[in-house]
């Protein structure tokens, strides 16, 4: 086990080597189990035969007592002989059996051959006693059948020898009997041994994943939420200098026209004296003006405009000394009636004399005025509805990241949080000294274990995978319905109608993987579906994706009054329209109840 550290976000390789590392931590709780099933039912057949033996070893205990009580009953008078010689011969056979069976063993009734050094010098003390006994009997019986018609022919000699080996057989029975009951003892010590060494081996590698693997994995998501905030943070800051940069364009554009007045003003010029006079004056000018040559007598203020307000003002501009260009817009009225804009610049002129001189630089500027009104009316109302049109973006991009914010700080509270919390408090309840109990718990643990891996691993796969940057969106929805049928079991497809591989804009391969993502979520969260389709098909230049589920379906006309906060359904519906639309996409949703829910994705691409 490794402490895997997740600095920046997770990268393929870095996803395969906690797959890894996932696959070595399961195989080590799987090899546990089989190594723990393998030793019972070892112990367990081991304690079959102990107990075939111990069977057999405490009849023949019983047998001894039959065969002398058998013998005895020959001495009675009155007794059916013939019966009991059947019944002694019969008992010594099965005596004799069992007792060669019990040191080597005998495949008809079940018995191993006895290894037990042990065990085996205890046989060889009490084979004497039993090869005696089993002589005295048969000479017994022998003595009997020769001699059917006269009971005092039964030997004293061979009834004492029963009495006394039968003592000593029995104590060394007891004995042998007592030896297997001890060596099944200490069989049983020796698995339960072994098994709690597999216990604390399966506790030390859940340890491990929870220090090494969950922890780590905790943290990245955390830090995860946490840059999704700074990411909001930010946006609102550029979305204030993209403002502020707009307005020094704006500024900057402004200036420029007023040093371009060369090039724009050429046309129409002037020359006046400080008081006023007129110098010279281009025949353009005087055209534009509507004046003649008989009218370059009057003042430059009075020929320029008959409007009195502004002559006044113009007679100021003129005579002020000034070191520096000064370029204004100006309106005036002419002898024709006419209101037309000059683009006037003045330009100080200082001679030998030290009298101040002008050079006044126009151009009709009336149309593009007029024009310019226009425009910026509708520049105005323009640049209204696109910040409008951002900040609803904005607004509803932050709803859905906020959205996805809650949803994984829920899936983490609900699932692993709670699993967790249940895996430590159970481990902390085990009492090694009560088997029964604590193999319940590790069971519970074991099942536990799984599935907040299983938890885990949805969680991670639920982040934005690399598939999807990396290879685009085919290979990036294949991925994630073949995880999920994984991790849910249930009956996810992928069926894929192109016949080649298409690369999108990234922010609609993104739009369009989130909304088909969240459509299979709801499927199986909401709709207890077992089969869900994933379609796909690019033709005319038109991408299509479909997700269809056997689930339980709901009525489409509450589709009308979906509120954006739905809880059954992740972002809810609102959020998957809005992506769609956000890329000039289309969403169709068609669902009966108990019929299922077909979800259709339509994006038109470039190429169209």
Known sequence: MMDIKFEQPLDSSTFLRIRKWYLLALAAIALTIIVAQILIQVHLNAQLDDSRVINVAGRQRAYSQKLVKEALLLKQSGSDKKQILTELKKTITTWKISHAALQFGNDSMGIQKETHEDILALFKKITPHHTAMITAAQQVIAEEEKLTLSPSSVTQKNIQTLLDNERTFLRLMDVIVNEYDNRSKTQLENLKFKEYLLLIFSLLILFLEILFIFKPLSLQIKNTISRLMNNQLESEANTDKIQHLYQEKEKSLQELQELNFVIDNAALFASAKNDGGIVFISKKFQEL??????????????????????????????????????????????????????????????????????????????????????????????????????????????????????????????????????????????????????????????????????????????????????????????????????????NIL????????????????????????????????????????????????????VVDDNGKGFDNSILKDTPKNNSEGGMGLFYMKERISYINGRLFINSEPGKGTRITINYKTDEA
């Open 289 to 490: 003006l509507g004046c003649t040559s008989s009218d370059l007598s009057m003042p430059l203020s009075e020929l320029l405009t008959i409007n009195e307000g502004q002559q006044e003002y113009l007679k100021e501009v003129l005579k002020s000394n000034r070191k520096s260009i000064r370029s204004e817009e100006i309106k005036i009225r002419t002898k024709k009636e006419q209101d037309i804009w000059l683009d006037m610049s003045i330009i100080p002129l200082h001679q030998s004399t030290k009298k101040q001189s002008i050079l006044i630089l126009c151009s009709d500027i009336t149309e593009r005025k007029e024009n310019q009104e226009k425009v910026e009316q509708l520049t105005k109302q323009n640049f209204e509805d696109k910040m409008l049109q951002k900040k609803m973006q904005a607004s509803q991009v932050v709803e859905g990241q906020e959205e996805e914010r809650k949803r994984i700080a829920k899936d983490i509270h609900d699932g692993i949080g709670q699993m967790l919390t249940a895996l430590k408090f159970n481990i902390e309840s085990i009492n090694l000294e009560n088997t029964a109990k604590t193999a319940e718990k590790i069971a519970y643990l074991k099942t536990l274990c799984s599935d907040l891996i299983k938890g885990v691993r949805t969680a991670t796969f639920n982040l934005t995978p690399p598939e999807l940057k990396d290879h685009g969106i085919f290979p990036a929805l294949h991925k994630m319905t073949t995880e999920l049928s994984k991790l849910t079991g249930k």
């Open 494 to 545: 992928f069926d894929n109608k192109t016949d080649k591989h298409i690369r999108f804009d990234s922010l609609a391969e993104t739009n369009i993987y989130r909304v088909a993502q969240e459509a299979v979520n709801n499927a199986i969260k909401y709709a207890d579906a077992t089969y869900i389709l994933l379609t796909i098909n690019y033709s005319d230049g038109i991408l299509s994706v």
